[in-house]
């Protein structure tokens, strides 16, 4: 079984990067990453984050024994929250998380609460809404109103960064179902752009 040391090692040279490339996916300093790869100190759980969505960003991903190559990783979640916790540790500043076809009248106080978070770090976050729908928990120039038959039942979908996300419900349960693969979340946005450049905004629905 690989320690972290030796599952870092193996994933760059799986990738042929050098240590300097690492910095650059990571965001981790030089000095960071030669420590871990030596074994002199263990990462934090925020490092190894780091760590890991480096590599799954080029589809290397740790497992308990090693690492594994593949052009996708799929996970699911029984929690909203969980979700946007995932967005808000992976992404930086100035980056976007889109959501088509929300309701935010659905909305917990716990996801209120991680909206508000998500818009404190400087996230960017637009929706698509059901026309008609004025329960809005941010600015209105990112949201834009959609055609009701268009609207999929409160079925939202996110995108951010190379992961795509879906909602499902069965017997009153709900899951979250993550596909971190480039090709999917970039014909994702390209749909949800469309209904954007095609939705109403936020002036036009009040003159309805």
Not at 58 to 87: H, K, M, W
Not at 142 to 153: A, E, Q, S, V
Not at 168 to 182: G, I, P, Y
Request: charged share 30%.
């Amino acid at each position: 079984m690989m320690d972290i040391a030796q599952k870092t090692r193996a994933s760059r040279a799986w990738l042929n990067w050098t240590q300097e490339d690492l910095v650059k996916q990571s965001g981790l300093s030089l000095a960071g990453i030669q420590t871990i790869e030596r074994g002199e100190s263990s990462p934090t759980v925020r490092t190894l984050k780091k760590l890991e969505s480096a590599f799954a960003d080029a589809y290397v991903f740790f497992t308990q024994d090693g690492i594994e190559c593949r052009p996708y990783q799929t996970r699911t979640y029984n929690s909203f929250v969980d979700i946007l916790e995932d967005a808000y540790s992976t992404l930086e500043p100035d980056q976007e998380i889109i959501m088509h076809c929300a309701d935010e009248s659905r909305s917990s106080d716990a996801v209120n609460q991680m909206l508000q978070k998500i818009r404190r770090k400087g996230l960017i976050l637009r929706m698509t809404l059901k026309d008609g729908d004025t329960n809005i928990s941010g600015e209105p120039e990112f949201y834009r109103w959609i055609d009701p038959d268009l609207f999929m039942n409160s079925q939202v979908e996110v995108i951010y960064g190379d992961k795509f996300v879906f909602h499902l419900q069965e017997d009153e349960r709900n899951f979250f179902v993550m596909t971190h693969n480039k090709a999917k979340s970039r014909n994702a946005r390209k749909q949800f752009e469309y209904h954007w450049k095609n939705g109403k905004t936020w002036d036009e629905i009040q003159m309805t």
